[in-house]
Each structure stands twice: as structure tokens, then as C-alpha cells.
């Protein structure tokens, strides 16, 4: 039985609404919460309100939901519509004053609040949360509920609030961010409110911390003459999502939760190697969880295609403009959750593709790089100068977007993976048809401040054929002055965008 179709609750004190606070400016989560809502930030393929709306309507049984809007609100509006999308009635509520917090925001919802409620934050994110509990105290005639979580994280609770119960779960105090951990009980945003509640906290004075109306103490205020209780949401992956570092630890508890479901796709771009081709995708085949191996044929005129289609492969063959429509062709086609790209020329080997895996957990993509000598054959085509010359251009991206502090090492390793997630959010900023594509993906990775980790991998001599871009001096001094010129290229982009709005806001002074 569904867990709010309890007979036992009934009445007033069952709430039929819900609300969400959604208008936070996000301070602690700049650069990035200046362009994007902090509520829409994504956790795989969800973004946290909308994993908010989710867990109302599973777990609560609410499909009546107010969301309060303010810093960015029309891209709140426009993602969430009219909730129809989630099978829900979605309505908003605006307010202008933001810096207040979100005792005021809640207040701006007032005309709506006549009647028993959950409130939520829609910044937050519960990874295995159990919020159905919450239906179980609704018989007690609760004034307010509160919910918590057990950690053994400090910082976690020194940013959020702390609490004690008795032991009948009756709340006997709460302390807002302390400086001094005293439980190991860490408050969450949900809530169950009353009238009364919301009566108190319009009544509530300012903190003469904050300067601010904090909710959670002037909820507080009924301790002493109401019924406020706690709920253990039993969640140990529940993160209040204040910051960006608090954005990538709640991505990794869910990566690392769910990484055995999911699925890779292997991206092989060819022309013309059928001497290797087999032996690449027999390579990955025999590694669990490989999905599907993609190669993306360029017309070659060996038989490479057909090789690949009897070892296995999905085989899209047409005439590609080069190197990057060949790979972005195979990204694009791909159904795996990761994306993973790699030579058929065999130089690459799919013993690495376990550490790649295991630092795709906590980054949005995994670069590998072949300038660490000891991961390169001999006979490998990495010589001195070819290792340099990487090197050299790596560094020159790290010094012209030295303020996002990227760190790489080679510019054209093509072994790598990324969140197919991730990829669709790029996709269209990396138009690159040729060897230049490595790089430009790497620029645009950190570009949208996604973590991109390096690492090095093992590097080995090509199997049969040559390299189609640096097999001499010629093609070494051409594949790098294109990206070169590609770093450049984007480098002086950029400015000019920066320039562009720095002189829109001087005239509009």
C-alpha cells in the first residue's frame, strides 16, 4: 500500500499542498549561480527541483505545488511550466527581495498558506530519502515537523542546523549553522507546517546575526507551549546544495550509488583501419558493462567497416569531413549514460578504461594524457618533440583561462570519457570537423566549469598503417598550428563577449 494512503491520516492535519522555495540567489554558488538558477542545477540527468517535485508527488502524494520564484525566476518558469510534464499542478509565487531569505520568501506565499503544508528547499538533494515517514506523525496534530538526517560530517551540519529530541522525537531545541557541533542529528529543508507556524514566523523578530528572519528558529518559537517534532529521513546522500563543491559531492554519492547500472558506449572513429579495427573493439568487448561499440567508418576503402560490423560493432559509414565529425557523429549516436572515446589504430588499450571509470565518479569528464613517460611504449608515436609540443600547447590554454584554473598536459590525447549528460550540454558550443576537436572540447569542458580531470594513460605503438595527422614533421607542424590557432581563436571569443557586455553596461549607466 502506498504509504499516503494511510486511512489513519485524516482530516486537517493532512496537508494537500506543497511549496518550494526556489528564489535564492545562490551567493555561495557563484560564478555559476549568477547565470543559472541554483534550484536547475543537474544531478545526472535531473535538476534538484525537479527531483523535489518528484519526491512530493511519489512520497507525499501532493500534486499541489506552489513554487516561490525570485533570482532567475523566468528560467524556473520556463523549465517547470505548469508541472503537467511530472503530473503535477504547478503555480508561482514571486518575490522581488530575495536577500531577505526564505522566511520572507515563504511569507510571500501567505494567501496560499491557510492550511496545513509541506515546505521544501528547492536546492536540495536526497538520494535514497525516506519522506513518506513524515505521514506518520500527522495523527500527533503536529504544530510543525522538522526532518533530519545522522552524519558523522561536521561541516554538513555547521551549514545547515542541528537539533535536539527526546525520546519521544519531540524537538527540544535547534541551532542554525553552529559553530560547535553538539549532535550528530543534521537538519534538513523539509517541513510540515501550520497556520500557527507560519503565524509565528510572520511574528518572528530578526536575528541579530543575520539581520534576517532565519525560519528554522522562528519555528522554534513553538517549542515551548506546541507540538514540534522531528522525522529521521534516514538519507545519508542528502546534501543541502549551498556551494559548487557541494553540488559535485552530491553528483558523486549519486554516480557512485547507481554507477553499476550504468550503461558505456565505446566511440571508435576509422578510415582505413582494417588491419587493428577488430582487435579495439574485441578489446572493449571483453570489459563488463560495454553497451555498445560505435565506429564511426569515414568510407574506408579497406574493408575496415565491414570488419568491425562481424567483430560486433554498430557501424555508421558515410563521408565525414574529418577527425571531430567523425567522433561527434558517434558521441551523438550513442545511448550509453558514459561516453567513451578511443583510437583504432590499437594505441589505446581497454585495461585503462577501469581508472577512467573510477574518476568519472567524481568528475563530468576524464581527459587521458600520453605525456608521462612512463605510460609510453617504446615505438609509441610520442617522441620528445611530439610530447613537447603538447605540453607546450596545454599549458598555453591553462595561462589564457588561467582564472578557471584548468590543469592538462596533452591537447590531442583522443582516449577519454564524459557523462553523455554532459556532452548533450556542450554539444553545440564543439563544432570542430578536424584533429583540433580534442582540444575544443577541452576548452569547452572547462569553459562550463564542469570538472574535467586528467590522467595519464598507457600509450602504445599503432597497430598496422599510420597516424593520419602526425606520422612526420609535416603533419606534426600542421595538426598543431590548427590548434593553436583554435586555442587563440577562442581565447580572443571570449574577450570580445567580455568587452561587449563591459561596454553595454557602461552606456546603460
Avoid at 211 to 223: D, M, T
Avoid at 443 to 462: D, G, L, M, Q, T
Avoid at 478 to 491: D, F, L, N, Q, Y
Amino acid at each position: 500500500m502506498s504509504p499516503f494512503s494511510s486511512e489513519s491520516v485524516t482530516g486537517s492535519a493532512r496537508p494537500t499542498r506543497a511549496v518550494v522555495l526556489a528564489g535564492g540567489g545562490g551567493l555561495r554558488a557563484n560564478p555559476a549561480a549568477k547565470v543559472v538558477n541554483k534550484c536547475l542545477f543537474s544531478i545526472h540527468d535531473h535538476s534538484l527541483v525537479e527531483r523535489q517535485i518528484n519526491l512530493i508527488r511519489d512520497q507525499l502524494g501532493i500534486t499541489d505545488i506552489i513554487i516561490v520564484v525570485g533570482h532567475l525566476r523566468q528560467q524556473v518558469m520556463d523549465y517547470l511550466g505548469d508541472g503537467s510534464r511530472w503530473g503535477v499542478a504547478v503555480r508561482y509565487v514571486e518575490v522581488e527581495r530575495v536577500e531577505e531569505g526564505p522566511a520572507r520568501g515563504l511569507l510571500a506565499a501567505k494567501a496560499y498558506l491557510d492550511r496545513p503544508f509541506f515546505l521544501l528547499l528547492g536546492d536540495e538533494f536526497h538520494n535514497t530519502s525516506r519522506h513518506d515517514r513524515l505521514l506518520e506523525y500527522l495523527d500527533r496534530r503536529p504544530d510543525a515537523l522538522f526532518t533530519y538526517i545522522h552524519t558523522i560530517d561536521p561541516y554538513r551540519i555547521m551549514s545547515n542546523f542541528t537539533l535536539g529530541i527526546d525520546e519521544s522525537d519531540g524537538v527540544e531545541w535547534i541551532k542554525e549553522k553552529p559553530r560547535k557541533v553538539e549532535s550528530d542529528l543534521c537538519g534538513c529543508g523539509t517541513m510540515y507546517l501550520t497556520p500557527r507556524a507560519v503565524e509565528a514566523i510572520e511574528n518572528a523578530k530578526p536575528s541579530e546575526t543575520t539581520g534576517r528572519v532565519e525560519l528554522y528558529e522562528a519555528v522554534a518559537s513553538l517549542i515551548p507551549d506546541g507540538k514540534v517534532f522531528a522525522v529521521d529521513v534516514d538519507d545519508p546522500g542528502y546534501f543541502n546544495v549551498n556551494t559548487l563543491e557541494d553540488l559535485q559531492r552530491a553528483r558523486f554519492t549519486y554516480r557512485t550509488r547507481k554507477f553499476d547500472e550504468f550503461s558505456i558506449s565505446v566511440v571508435i572513429p576509422a578510415w582505413n583501419e582494417a588491419q587493428s579495427i577488430e582487435y579495439v573493439i574485441q578489446d572493449f568487448k571483453a570489459r563488463p558493462k560495454i553497451g555498445e561499440i560505435i565506429v564511426t567508418d569515414n568510407l574506408s576503402e579497406d574493408g575496415t567497416g565491414e570488419i568491425a560490423k562481424k567483430a560486433g560493432a554498430r557501424v555508421l559509414a558515410r563521408r565525414y569531413v574529418g577527425y571531430g565529425d567523425a567522433v561527434k557523429a558517434g558521441l551523438d549516436a550513442a545511448t550509453g549514460d558514459i561516453l567513451v572515446v578511443v583510437e583504432a589504430d590499437y594505441s589505446f588499450r581497454a585495461a585503462d578504461l577501469p581508472k577512467i571509470l573510477v574518476y568519472l565518479r567524481d568528475a563530468d569528464a576524464v581527459i587521458g594524457t600520453r605525456t608521462t613517460r612512463e605510460f609510453v611504449a617504446q615505438s609509441a608515436n610520442m617522441s620528445v618533440l611530439q610530447r613537447v609540443a603538447n605540453v607546450a600547447l596545454a599549458k598555453y590554454l591553462e595561462l589564457l583561462w588561467i582564472w578557471l584554473e584548468p590543469r592538462f598536459t596533452d591537447v590531442g590525447c583522443s582516449y577519454r570519457a564524459i557523462w553523455r549528460t554532459e556532452w548533450e550540454s556542450l554539444r553545440d558550443q564543439v563544432v570542430e570537423k578536424g584533429p583540433s576537436f580534442t582540444v575544443e572540447m577541452m576548452i569547452e569542458v572547462v569553459k562550463a566549469r564542469k570538472r574535467c580531470i586528467e590522467i595519464p594513460v598507457s600509450y602504445h605503438p599503432r597497430f598496422g598503417g599510420e597516424s593520419k595527422h602526425t606520422q612526420d614533421m609535416v603533419g606534426l607542424v600542421k595538426t598543431g598550428s590548427a590548434m593553436a590557432w583554435m586555442i587563440t581563436s577562442r581565447w580572443l571569443q571570449d574577450v570580445g563577449r567580455l568587452l561587449s557586455h563591459w561596454v553595454r553596461g557602461e552606456r546603460s549607466r
